[in-house]
Antibody
């Protein structure tokens, strides 16, 4: 059974960089045909896809966040990471990591981690 | 980029009612569409992929149809545990956009 777990600071100051990691267990992050994504859910709003990465491939990002986002993967740790720079209060959200595939959407999700942007 | 819309934005129905949610893509996405159920405090749950394939373990009262630009999610007999927000999502190519969601409640 694949499991994902987000980790990282729950509080980030405005203008700083938000950094989260997602640890995958129960399977290899390098297994095809899967990719690994970050998705967020601001309170009172809908789900927002942030970006994805395949092991050995180039990442894809949401156009609205592209200038501030970096997603990377570390197969040796079975982890992938999110970096979001120059954060504002609008980046306060529940952040999820998830596994996706070209055949079937996001089938496994982490429980989510709340990140608050505040001084 | 392809935009996703959903209607209605919210609905209220009685237990046992048939509920239908519509999702529309601004361009042809073939059948690369998934539906998710999202309850407060929980991670979203994949219900349907490739527009009409039921994810393992999902009750058979959920079904999906459509291709191209128009898709529907149907709950044939609404149950109290189905109270949630439902999202469609395209995964034909990046960006992997979600629809704005449909909030389902019980009358």
């Amino acid at each position: 059974q694949v499991q994902l777990q987000e980790s990282g600071p729950g509080l980030v100051k405005p203008s700083q960089t938000l950094s989260l990691s997602c640890t995958v267990s129960g399977g290899s992050i390098s297994t095809s045909p899967y990719y690994w994504s970050w998705i967020r859910h601001p309170a009172g709003k809908g789900l927002e896809w942030i970006g994805r990465i395949y092991v050995g491939g180039s990442p894809n990002y949401s156009p609205s966040l592209k200038s501030r986002v970096t997603i990377s993967v570390d197969p040796s740790k079975n982890q992938f990471s999110l970096s979001l720079s120059s954060v504002t209060a609008a980046d306060t959200a529940l952040y999820y990591c998830a596994r996706g595939s070209s055949t079937g959407g996001f089938d496994y999700w982490g429980p989510g981690t709340l990140v608050t942007v505040s001084s | 980029d392809i935009q996703m819309t959903q209607s209605p934005s919210s609905l209220s129905a009685s237990v046992g009612d048939r509920v239908t949610i519509t999702c529309r893509a601004s361009q042809d996405i073939s059948k690369y569409l998934a539906w998710y159920q999202h309850k407060p405090g929980k991670a979203p749950k994949l219900l349907i992929y490739v527009a009409s394939t039921l994810q393992s373990g999902v009750p058979s009262r959920f079904s999906g149809t459509g291709s191209g630009t128009d898709f529907t999610l149907t709950i044939t007999s609404l149950q109290p545990e189905d109270v949630a927000t439902y999202y469609c999502q395209k995964y034909s190519n990046a960006p992997l956009t979600f629809g704005p969601g449909t909030e389902v409640s019980i009358k």
